[in-house]
């Protein structure tokens, strides 16, 4: 029997990385889109039997990717399941009323990813005519709560003990964060609410991944602040969130060197 197929829709390079490696090993034929444009193309020809896709992405965002699909003929044959960063008000309502599945909060939880996935794909193989009824997955437990730095059995947890899989999420979080932490602070030196608002977005994402609360929630911060369009204080959030990030690396490197084999 052919493997089901999945479309994996992120602009995070971290979170294609970590959602491709634990669906594969989970025996699914998976392939990836970085935007909502390039995800209609690969829709076209991959015909995915279900389809997991950020809802803030650049070009096409994820919700008018879902509309445009559920606007198709083959749209029954398509499971969407949206990616909604933890926090966000109005996300899955919003996610529901685009045409979408089922919701799944960032980060992902592989304990719950792939059952939720399993039901949904089974309900459409059976062709039920009942559509079922949204089980979000649970917050993450570390985000909210002091585990220090960084979690690191919840780290763990989250790519499954894969150790080649940690190092490599670690060397791209190392590679990229840097260019995202400058794009904070040239937004709050700038006072420019949506890039600070973007940028913040992109890397509360990404060191949710890594089980990172206090980076996480420095994050967050700033975020908000370019929501809310009160920068007044955006300088000394910066100033925290750097702080946390180069604890978090500091972290983060001992970690690959550990695991790395010799």
Do not use: W
């Not at 829709?9 to 392939?31: H, M, Y």
């Not at 929630?217 to 975020?223: I, T």
């Not at 369009?229 to 910066?238: F, P, R, W």
């Amino acid at each position: 029997m052919a493997a089901e197929r999945i479309l994996i829709v992120d602009d995070d390079p971290l979170n294609l990385k970590l959602t491709g490696s634990l669906l594969v090993r989970e025996g699914f034929e998976v392939q990836v889109a970085n935007d909502g444009q390039q995800a209609l193309a690969v829709v076209a020809s991959f015909r995915p039997h279900l389809m997991l896709s950020d809802i803030q992405l650049p070009r096409i965002d994820g919700l008018e990717l879902a509309r445009r699909l559920r606007s198709g003929t083959d749209s029954r044959n398509l499971v969407i399941i949206a990616l909604t960063a933890y926090g966000m008000k109005g996300d899955e309502e919003r996610a529901m009323e685009a045409g979408c599945d089922d919701y799944i909060t960032k980060p992902i939880d592989p304990r719950r990813l792939s059952g939720i996935l399993r039901r949904h794909l089974d309900e459409m193989n059976h062709a039920s005519s009942q559509a079922p009824a949204p089980v979000p997955s649970n917050p993450t437990t570390g985000l909210g709560s002091d585990h220090g730095v960084i979690d690191i059995a919840d780290f763990k947890m989250r790519v499954g003990g894969d150790q080649g899989l940690m190092n490599d999420l670690i060397h791209l979080l190392l590679a990229d964060a840097p260019e995202l932490a400058a794009a904070t602070r040239k937004a709050a030196l700038e006072k420019d609410n949506q890039a600070l608002k973007d940028a913040a977005h992109k890397l509360k994402g990404s060191v949710a991944t890594f089980s990172a609360p206090r980076a996480y929630q420095a994050a967050c911060v700033l975020e908000e602040m370019g929501a809310g369009g009160d920068l007044s204080q955006a300088i000394g959030a910066v100033e925290t969130l750097q702080g946390e990030l180069t604890l978090l690396f500091s972290e983060l490197a001992k970690i690959a060197k550990e695991t790395t084999p010799a």
